[in-house]
């Protein structure tokens, strides 16, 4: 294998990406960005699934032999219907997430940060309750997260206030591990570290999803290569990307 798909809404995917390369550089990553259609957190299941399966229908074209859903909200509302429909293996991010957050707490008290759909959908309190039976979960959705990070919102009173306001169910419930459960969410991982306190170990589940990826035994390509696709905007998604990544991504094709 030598190809691995990548798909989200937009840029925050590129948090997963990035802990791809770093954990497997010989490889070659095709990333699609549904920049049209974001956000995805507000949508139903049905539109959910739809988008995803044209995702990867897109990704296959493009010859991947593998897809990484880096997209919490598509994990959890479409990765049956992914695995089902096509014939490549589809890993998403819920796995590897439940099983470091279940590695990092000590006292069973749990929080999950995601978009409503991925929150409304219950996947995370699921999964993690079939793995900690007698854990206390504290899940909430952040509608407001997601738009700072594509609109590339900087002033720090607006973001603070906005982070204080979205965590507050979170104060006074003894939670010692918070999921970073939408893949925009690392991006704001300092402000959600100073809100929550020291105490507070926050999970960004990339790094476990490349480790879980690694297993799969992908062939090395021999000129790694990573091209970027988007549905719409390709420059507002090269501006961002390029200060994420730290890397020039000078063919962001718009599809
Ligand atoms: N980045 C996506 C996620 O991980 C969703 C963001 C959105 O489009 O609402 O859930």
């Given at each position: 294998m030598t190809k691995v798909g990548l798909f989200d809404?937009?840029?925050?995917?590129l948090t997963v990406l990035k802990e791809l390369i770093a954990a497997m550089p010989h490889k070659s990553y095709v990333y699609f960005a549904d920049t049209a259609r974001y956000p995805y957190g507000g949508k139903s299941q049905e539109t959910i699934i739809r988008y995803s399966l044209e995702n990867s229908n897109f990704l296959l074209e493009q010859g991947v032999e593998l897809i990484a859903i880096a997209c919490h909200t598509a994990t959890s509302l479409a990765l049956h219907e992914l695995q089902k429909n096509l014939n490549i293996p589809i890993l998403g991010v819920i796995e590897p997430a439940v099983e470091k957050m279940v590695a990092t707490t000590?006292?069973?008290h749990l929080g999950v940060l995601g978009t409503r759909a991925t929150i409304a959908s219950g996947m995370y309190q699921r999964k993690l309750l079939e793995k900690l039976p007698d854990a206390t979960i504290t899940a909430c959705a952040c509608p407001l997260f997601v738009p700072i990070i594509e609109e590339q919102i900087t002033s720090p009173e607006i973001i603070k206030l906005v982070v204080k306001e979205t965590l507050?169910?979170?104060?006074?419930?003894?939670?010692?591990t918070l999921l970073l459960g939408c893949t925009h969410y690392p991006l704001l991982q300092k402000e959600i570290q100073e809100e929550m306190g020291p105490h507070v170990t926050l999970v960004n589940p990339a790094k476990t999803f490349a480790e879980m990826l690694q297993k799969h035994n992908l062939a090395k390509s021999s000129t790694p290569e990573l091209s970027f696709f988007v549905s719409d905007d390709p420059e507002r998604f090269r501006a961002i990307g390029e200060s994420f990544l730290g890397i020039s991504m000078p063919h962001v094709k718009k599809v």
């Open positions: 809404s937009g840029v925050g995917g000590k006292n069973k507050a169910p979170f104060k006074g419930k003894s939670i010692d």
